[in-house]
C-alpha cells in the first residue's frame, strides 16, 4: 500500500513538473521562477526539468560580468538591463552571490540591486547562491541559464560574485564575458595577469570619471598586447584549455576592447552595447559560437559526470560502514588507502566492465 502511495505522489510531482516546463514555454514568469528554485534547490525531478528545456534553447545571448567587489557591476548590469529594455529586447539577469555557510544559500538573495527595472516585468532577476564553487558559477547556474534562455529571453546577464582570478568559470557559461575593473586599481590590473585576463572579451574601466582612469587604461592596453604570453595561466585539464583558445586561438582572433563606463550616470554605457553586439556579430561570422557551445556542453558533461561518481561513490562508501571505519583500519595498519579506494571502486567498475 505504501509503495502505491509513493508511486502515486511520483505520478502526481512528474505531471506537475511537466505543466510547469509548459507554462515557462507559454511565457508565464511565475513558472520561470519555481523551475529555478527547484534548479537551485537540486529538488527531485529538477534533471528532468532542465533536460525538457534544453530543446527549446539557443535564442540568447549570454553575457558575463566579473570583476573585483567595489568595480561596479550591480549598477552596470541595471544601466545594461534598462538599455536593452529601451531597444525592446527581454532580459534575464543572475547575480551570483556569496554562499551562507550554514545554508549554503545566497547571503545577499533578498536584496534590491536592479533599481532601474524593478517594475519592468520583462526584466527577470534572480540572486542565487555561488554554493562554494570559487569560481562563482555552480552548476545550478548553467541550468538557470537554461531555463532563461528556454523561456524566450533575449539577452542573460550573469553578474558573478568577483572572487578575483577564480573567476575564470564565468568562461563556461557565457558567450561574452566582459571584465571591470575599476580606475586607479595598479594591484589588481597586475592581478588580472595571474588569472582571468585571458578570459575577457571586453574590458571595462568603470568609474572612470575618477583620477587613475587613464593609468589603467595604458595597463589594460599594454597587458593586452602581452597577452600571448598568458597562455597556461587557467589550470590545465579543467576545460577551460579549448575555451579560452576558442576566443584567443589565432591571428584572426578577437583582441579584448577596452571601453570607459560611468555606470551611475549611465555614461560609456552605449559604447559597451555596441562593443558587446560586435562581439555577438564576430561570433556568428567566425563560427566561434558553436564552437564555444560544443565546448561548454563537453565542460557541462564532465562536471555532471564527475559528480554522480562521486555521490556512486559516496554511497558505496556509506554501504561499507562509512570513512571513518575506513581510516580506523588503515590507522591499524590493516590495510592502506589505496587499497580501500580500489576495494570501493571495484563493484562499480565490475558493472561498467559488465555492460561492455
Known sequence: MAGSDTDEAETTERSADQQLVEELLAGKHR????????????????????????????????????????????????????RYRDQGLTVGVIAIDPSSPFTG?????????????????????????????????????????????????????????GAGQNEIDIVKTADTVAVLVPPGSGDDVQMLKAGILEIADVFVVNKADID?????????????????????????????DVALSDRTGDDEG??????????KSGEGVEELLETLAEHAGWLDDSGRRQQQARTRYAEEIRTLLREDAARLVASEVERRGGLESFAEAVLARETDPYSVADDVIQPIEDCVEGRK
Do not use: C
Open 105 to 161: 544559500g545566497s547571503v545577499l538573495g533578498d536584496r534590491i540591486r536592479m533599481a532601474s527595472n524593478t517594475a519592468d516585468m520583462d526584466v527577470f532577476f534572480r540572486s542565487m547562491s555561488a554554493r562554494g564553487h570559487l569560481g562563482g558559477v555552480s552548476t545550478a547556474t548553467a541550468d538557470a541559464v537554461t531555463a532563461l534562455d528556454a523561456f524566450g529571453k533575449d539577452r542573460i546577464i550573469v553578474e558573478t560574485v
Open 254 to 263: 578577437w583582441e579584448p576592447p577596452i571601453v570607459e563606463t560611468v555606470a
Open 212 to 240: 587613475g582612469a587613464d593609468r589603467t587604461v595604458k595597463e589594460l592596453q599594454e597587458m593586452i598586447h602581452g597577452r600571448g604570453d598568458l597562455a597556461g595561466g587557467h589550470h590545465p585539464g579543467d576545460g577551460l
Open 31 to 82: 513558472a520561470l521562477a519555481r523551475i529555478i528554485s527547484k534548479v537551485e534547490n537540486r529538488s527531485p525531478g529538477y534533471r528532468d526539468l532542465v533536460s525538457a528545456l534544453h530543446a527549446h534553447t539557443g535564442g540568447a545571448d549570454v553575457i558575463g560580468i566579473t570583476g573585483s567587489p567595489g568595480a561596479g557591476k550591480s549598477t552596470l548590469v541595471d544601466k545594461l538591463a534598462k
